[in-house]
């Protein structure tokens, strides 16, 4: 099975900041990443696609990148309406979800 | 717009089952593939395991903490996805969603989710 490893577990940040989580798989996933959303209460969105392809409708500010093993998600410049939580999947076989990443408020 | 409609959820006792629906609409739910992910509470996402089309043969497939007790199956004619569930413990607690399962998009639609408690 493959693992995937994200940090920080909690990240807290500005109004304004330029954040980045990672994600790591335990074996070669090519770009089959996904980058989801969360908010309590709430199922998650999908945000990012193939690493790098961002979903119809979520801001310019968000972005992927990566292949095999290492992938990064960036929010540029952070919104009030980014403070949630955020999973890496990968589905090159079956699927795994990363541990998720709590973006607060500092 | 897409839409993914669970219910079925409750309370269950230990040992119990439980049988979870997934009403789809607004897309060809005949071709696409579909998942089922869970999220205990406070904690993270879990995919819990996936049927294909059954033009890409309709088979399935599970996660190990699942597997031999959760059974997913789907009915094309009344586009409608399930998951039957035995040997309930409580540790498959959880809010349980559906969601379209694209070997492109990953999962790119989501249910509201249905809640499952398993208590004495």
């Known amino acids: 099975d493959i693992q995937m490893t994200q940090s920080p577990s909690t990240l807290s940040a500005s109004v304004g900041d330029r954040v980045t989580i990672t994600c790591r798989a335990s074996?070669?996933?090519?770009?089959?990443l996904a980058w989801y959303q969360q908010k309590p209460g709430k199922a998650p969105k999908l945000l990012i696609y193939?690493?790098?392809t961002l979903e119809s409708g979520v801001p310019s500010r968000f972005s992927g990148s990566g292949s095999g093993t290492e992938f990064t998600l960036t929010i540029s410049s952070l919104q009030p309406d980014d403070f949630a939580t955020y999973y890496c999947?990968?589905?090159?076989?079956?699927?795994?979800f990363g541990q998720g990443t709590k973006l607060d408020i500092k | 717009e897409v839409e993914l409609v669970e219910s079925g959820g409750g309370l269950v006792k230990p040992g119990g089952s439980l049988r979870l629906s997934c009403a789809a609409s607004?897309?060809?739910?005949?071709?696409?593939?579909m998942s089922w992910v869970r999220q205990a509470p406070g904690k993270g996402l879990e995919w819990v395991g996936r049927?294909?089309?059954?033009?890409?043969?309709?088979?399935?497939d599970y996660a190990a903490p699942v597997k031999g007790r959760f059974t997913i199956s789907r009915d094309d004619s009344k586009n409608t996805l399930y998951l039957q569930m035995h040997s309930l413990k409580t540790e498959d607690t959880a809010v349980y969603y559906c969601?379209?399962?694209?070997?492109?998009?990953?999962?790119?639609?989501w249910g509201q989710g249905t809640l499952v408690t398993v208590s004495s």
């Open positions: 607004r897309f060809t739910f005949t071709n696409a593939w």
């Open positions: 074996q070669s996933i090519s770009s089959w």
């Open positions: 999947q990968q589905y090159n076989d079956y699927s795994t």
């Open positions: 049927i294909k089309s059954k033009t890409d043969g309709g088979t399935t």
């Open positions: 193939k690493a790098s």
């Open positions: 969601t379209t399962d694209s070997s492109y998009y990953g999962f790119d639609y």
